[in-house]
């Protein structure tokens, strides 16, 4: 069995449904991200299985005991979350060790296992300071320590990095991804951030208003989207239409289908890509340097198509070339609906 398992998660807010019949199995040690835009329901469906929030219907499993009704300190889950929710007129130190006081544990435990966090998430030199005092990467370092030192079953971390600025995001994305492997646990990661659950997921679970729809490992979902949200989320997918998808990639049917701006080539297509006459004529409307990337704009018939070609000895085209594009077989994605 699992060492997570949610079957038939039912919520909802008065008569408002939130989610209904969500099911997935985590393993354990596993790094989950939860991915999807503001209001699908992230923070609902983890304050649900914390028992922050209470269920309408469905169970939840963890080592094969059922926690859908216990209170939530006895489910042996940790939390982080976007807003520091740590004590103020508390030095770092004091916060980290509230919970084991709580638990009624003795000094010299308390001070070994704090000491201890507090080297994990390298605030040592900071820990005798005020929370007020400690900067926003910092004080969710404390919120991290103060979870971990508790050594839950399961870790909860809700936007934990949001608030914070692109450097110190990045750098606390790594170390959180290196505790959380060294310590083995089993993780759920809330974020909007394609690209933070792209670099930290073992598997992502894309969620769209109240319902996971899609799961895999970040290279399935970013590489294979099954539908026009999930190209729409993951990247800058192109989304061809149902006649252009019929007429030029020979698939039957009213399907849509996807394809990355990089799986594209324009006038011959890479070696070793297979393209088997998966191709459009058309003419560049406009390019633009994004730096790493060409982006070529293409006009083929009905379709707008974004190439891009890696900015590096490319051969460059002229806005106003004719230009033949070169569609990669397999990187082409049919789209449910
Ligand atoms: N306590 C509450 N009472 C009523 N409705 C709520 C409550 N909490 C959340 N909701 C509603 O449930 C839906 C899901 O909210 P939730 O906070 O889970 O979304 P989210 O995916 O975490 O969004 P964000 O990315 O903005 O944090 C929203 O429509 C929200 O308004
Ligand atoms: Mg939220």
Redesign the pocket.
């Known amino acids: 069995m699992s060492y997570v398992v949610v079957s038939n998660l039912t919520k909802s ?2 008569k ?1 449904p ?1 989610f209904a019949n969500i099911n997935f199995t985590i393993e354990k040690g596993e790094f989950i991200t939860l991915l ?10 983890l304050r649900c299985i914390a028992g922050l929030n209470s269920v309408d219907d469905g169970r939840i499993m963890v080592e094969g005991q059922e926690i859908t009704d216990l209170p939530p300190q006895k489910r042996g889950i940790g939390m982080v979350f976007q807003a520091y929710a740590l004590f103020p007129n508390m030095t770092a130190r004091e916060n980290i060790a509230f919970g084991l006081k709580i638990k009624g544990e003795d000094k010299d435990t308390i001070a070994r296992k704090v000491k201890e966090v507090i080297e994990i998430v390298e605030l040592q030199g900071r820990e005798d300071h005020l929370i007020d005092e400690l900067s926003g990467g910092q004080r969710q370092r404390v919120a991290l320590a103060r979870a971990l030192v508790t050594r839950p079953r399961i870790l909860f971390l809700d ?1 934990p990095l949001s608030a914070l600025d692109a450097k110190i995001r990045k750098r606390l994305r790594y170390l959180i991804r290196q505790i959380q492997k060294e310590m083995g646990l089993t993780t759920i990661f ?1 974020t ?1 951030d394609q690209e933070e659950a792209m670099v930290m997921s073992d598997r992502i679970f894309l ?1 769209n208003k109240g319902a996971i729809v899609q799961s895999g490992t970040p290279d399935e979902v970013y590489t294979h989207p099954q539908s026009e949200f999930a190209a729409g989320f993951m990247g800058n997918y192109n989304i061809i239409d149902e006649a252009a998808s019929r007429e030029y990639f020979g698939l039957s049917g009213t399907v849509k289908s996807a394809v990355r701006p990089e799986a594209i080539f324009i006038n011959h297509p890479a070696a070793g890509v297979d393209c088997v006459d998966k191709t459009m004529e058309g003419v560049i409307t406009f390019k633009q340097l994004l730096g790493n990337v060409m982006r070529y704009a293409v006009k083929t018939g009905d379709q707008d198509i974004s190439v891009d070609v890696l900015n590096s000895h490319a051969e460059q085209y002229a806005e106003g070339q004719q230009v033949k594009l070169y569609f990669s077989a397999d990187e082409i994605n049919e789209l449910r609906a």
């Open positions: 807010f008065d408002t939130v999807g835009p503001s209001g699908c329901g992230k923070s609902t469906l936007e809330v909007h969620m």
